[in-house]
Nanobody, 127 residues
Framework: QVQLVESGGGSVQAGGSLRLSCAASGRTVSTYARGWFRQAPGKEREFVAAISRTGSSTVYADSVKGRFTISRDNAKNAALLQMNSLKPEDTAKYYC????????????????????WGQGTQVTVSS
């Protein structure tokens, strides 16, 4: 079993920044891909960003490219999402997810490729 806990959400004005953190505990997950997804009210959950097991590969949704940066700290079993230049349309509940086995890098953007999910942290961006 893996437990994921997100933190760092909050309310900011447009143009502001937030840094989300996802702490993993339980089964060691430092060597597998980590991802961030988000879900706005009335919408389906969507991919935001992902990072490979070594950190050498990252993938971003077009809507966040150039503004968000995903990273990982394997020593702490943590995944981070630095969000800059936030827009009202970034308002959503953000979820972190983890793979527990080695899989293709091309699949990092798909929800079905992830095995465990956190409970989410709310991000609200006001105009």
């Amino acid at each position: 079993q893996v437990q994921l806990v997100e933190s760092g959400g909050g309310s900011v004005q447009a143009g502001g920044s937030l840094r989300l953190s996802c702490a993993a505990s339980g089964r060691t997950v430092s060597t597998y891909a980590r991802g961030w997804f988000r879900q706005a009210p009335g919408k389906e959950r969507e991919f935001v960003a992902a990072i490979s097991r070594t950190g050498s590969s990252t993938v971003y949704a077009d809507s966040v490219k150039g503004r968000f940066t995903i990273s990982r700290d394997n020593a702490k079993n943590a995944a981070l999402l630095q969000m800059n230049s936030l827009k009202p349309e970034d308002t959503a509940k953000y979820y972190c997810a983890v793979q527990t086995s080695l899989r293709r890098v091309e699949g990092m953007g798909f929800m079905r490729e992830y095995d465990y999910w956190g409970q989410g942290t709310q991000v609200t961006v006001s105009s």
